[in-house]
């Protein structure tokens, strides 16, 4: 795998750690996912699961715009890969789903949520609430980080069954 991550820094001031932190897991991803045919990226983990690649960055598609427009700025914007009938729908239902377009908003995602929370303080408390809680950028941050963690765990352990290439 091609890997061309910018790693954080070592030392920085915590907003800056933060937003590094989490554009590495970003990345991280990306690495787990190139090279790949629309095919492979589609390809399950192991049944019963319908977890893929692709369907991993339909979710984060799906949970960066979540988190940026709704919980941080109060839009109220629905999901794009999930609906109340198919509720795991950015897993479920990617055998016809086009990659090209999965990646792109995706991209999209990740730079207006870039863009929403440029320069913010990390106390800033978000318009929009989680489970009836307020939640500051600090914890949406730190939270998308791990999510982007847990879940590239997952892309590694697929990527590993489609071709072999493990990494970091």
């Known amino acids: 795998m091609t890997d061309n991550r910018t790693d954080p820094?070592?030392?920085?001031?915590e907003g800056p750690m933060l937003h590094?932190?989490?554009d590495w897991q970003r990345e991280?991803?990306?690495?787990?996912?190139?090279r790949l045919s629309q095919d492979q990226l589609r390809l399950r983990s192991a049944e019963p699961s319908t977890m893929s690649l692709l369907g991993l960055v339909?979710?984060?598609?799906?949970?960066?715009?979540?988190?940026?427009?709704?919980?941080?700025?109060?839009?109220?914007?629905?999901?794009?890969?999930w609906t109340d009938r198919h509720p795991d729908g950015e897993f479920?239902?990617?055998d016809?789903?086009?990659a090209e377009e999965a990646f792109a908003r995706w991209q999209a995602e990740i730079a207006n949520a870039r863009e929403l929370s440029s320069g913010l303080p990390l106390d800033l408390v978000g318009k929009g609430l989680r489970g009836g809680e307020e939640v500051s950028l600090r914890?949406?941050?730190?939270?998308m980080t791990n999510e982007y963690a847990r879940h590239n765990g997952h892309a590694d352990l697929i990527r590993e069954r489609i071709d072999g290439a493990t990494g970091e």
């Open 28 to 34: 991280t991803l990306a690495v787990k996912c190139a």
């Open 20 to 22: 590094s932190w989490l």
């Open 96 to 98: 016809t789903a086009s």
């Open 139 to 143: 914890w949406i941050l730190i939270h």
């Open 58 to 81: 339909r979710h984060m598609t799906d949970v960066e715009r979540y988190w940026f427009r709704n919980v941080l700025t109060g839009e109220n914007t629905p999901g794009i890969y």
């Open 9 to 13: 820094p070592f030392v920085a001031d």
């Open 92 to 94: 479920d239902l990617v």
